[in-house]
Nanobody, 117 residues
Framework: QVQLVESGGGLVQPGGSLRLSCVAS??????????MGWYRETPGKQRELVAT???????NYADSMNDRFTISRDNAKNSVYLQMNSLNPEDTGVYYC?????????WGQGTQVTVSS
């Protein structure tokens, strides 16, 4: 069972920044072959895409986030990151890390992000 562990969430004021991290408990070669992503559940909404990064390093963002959020990965650390800038209260929610390889999908337990003054 693949384990994805997110961290970095917390309380931040509007306009602030957070960096989320996700570490995957898989071998290095398996991680390098994995497509990774961040999703979120905000109040009243279903889980939605935030950003993805494939095994080649190509990135994809939800339209409302591509100018504020940056996804990256460090294959040497089996990790994927989400740098979030200019946060606003609408970004409040639980952020989940996701891993896809072949036809297998794994999810982390989520990390809470709260944007409030």
């Amino acid at each position: 069972q693949v384990q994805l562990v997110e961290s970095g969430g917390g309380l931040v004021q509007p306009g602030g920044s957070l960096r989320l991290s996700c570490v995957a408990s898989v071998s290095g070669i398996i991680f390098r072959l994995s497509n990774m992503g961040w999703y979120r559940e905000t109040p009243g909404k279903q889980r939605e895409l935030v950003a993805t990064i494939n095994r080649g390093g190509d990135t994809n963002y939800a339209d409302s986030m591509n100018d504020r959020f940056t996804i990256s990965r460090d294959n040497a650390k089996n990790s994927v990151y989400l740098q979030m800038n200019s946060l606003n209260p609408e970004d409040t929610g639980v952020y989940y890390c996701r891993r896809d390889i072949a036809q297998s999908t794994s999810w982390g337990q989520g990390t809470q992000v709260t944007v409030s003054s």
